[in-house]
């Protein structure tokens, strides 16, 4: 929910209440072929009451290496504002491996059908692998919606992300990664989730098998490569994204260590913080 703001004669009371938006990096995708997406970072999102000249810690969390040759996507990292803390997405698995946990979790690899549950009230979990047959890996987790299993024909798509109005404006952040597939089948990727889930690679060879990587500052996860070949990389999961929304009458100071910056939208002030670890504090 917004900051809620009384009017007394046609001006806003400051209720010293910011809105936040803590997404965290996404996770990388599977290496080779057959193997999972990166699950999403973390979202959270809710207000809570700050105290004027004090500082509150604010990172954003990176997002997770792609796999190499024939591994697992890693783990992207946390991102934090005061308390809150949003859960790192899971990197996409391996062969016969289950998908990595997180905020939302990594797809499963092929041989291994486990749905990896991701964390309560931050995201979803990631779809399983193919039982047998083609050799195809699941989605990674989405903010908004799990991600999809592989079948015998085809990988799991990414999961959907979520969209927020934080800033003024609606915006989908934190999709899945594509999963990925080493043998028959369409030869078009699989698609990432909705607000910056990467495709897979295409299927056929080439430097296109490799997995795209997340979005930038959406907290999205990679998608895994599709090749026979173990030379071909999963995408590596987006960075995450730090936004707080609160009263214009008040002014924000962002530490050394951020990189940010800080926009009108009506009664509030909204501040976006792309990078970094530092603190920050208002007057």
Do not use: C, H
């Not at 809620?4 to 599977?30: C, E, S």
């Not at 954003?60 to 591994?71: F, R, S």
């Amino acid at each position: 929910m917004l900051n809620t703001i009384t009017a007394i004669n046609g001006a806003p009371v400051d209720v010293k209440t910011v809105t936040y938006l803590v997404i965290a990096g996404g996770g990388g995708g599977a290496a080779y072929g057959g193997l999972g997406g990166g699950g999403a970072g973390g979202y959270r999102t809710d207000s809570l009451v700050y105290t004027l000249a004090t500082n509150y810690t604010v990172t954003v969390g990176a997002g997770g290496a792609g796999g190499l040759l024939d591994t697992s996507g890693s783990t992207g990292s946390a991102s934090v504002f005061s308390t809150i803390t949003s859960t790192a997405g899971g990197g996409g698995a391996g062969v016969g491996n289950a998908g990595k946990s997180g905020g939302s979790s990594g797809g499963s690899g092929f041989n291994n059908t486990t749905q990896t549950a991701g964390t309560s009230g931050q995201g979803n979990a990631g779809g399983g692998g193919s039982p047998s047959g083609t050799a195809a890996g699941g989605g990674g987790g989405g903010a908004g919606a799990a991600g999809v299993s592989a079948t015998s024909g085809e990988a799991g798509a990414g999961g959907n992300g979520t969209a927020s109005s934080i800033t003024g404006t609606s915006v989908t952040r934190a999709g899945g990664g594509g999963g990925g597939k080493n043998s028959a089948g369409t030869t078009n990727p699989t698609p990432g989730g909705s607000g910056g889930g990467g495709n897979s690679g295409t299927y056929g060879g080439g430097s296109a098998a490799n997995g795209v990587d997340g979005t930038v500052n959406t907290g999205s996860g990679g998608g895994a490569a599709s090749s026979t070949n173990s030379d071909r990389n999963g995408g590596s999961g987006g960075s995450g994204i730090v936004i707080l929304r609160y009263a214009v009458a008040r002014t924000i100071t962002i530490g050394g260590g951020l990189t940010g910056s800080t926009a009108t939208d009506g009664a509030f002030k909204v501040t976006t913080i792309t990078a970094g670890t530092g603190n920050v504090s208002w007057a």
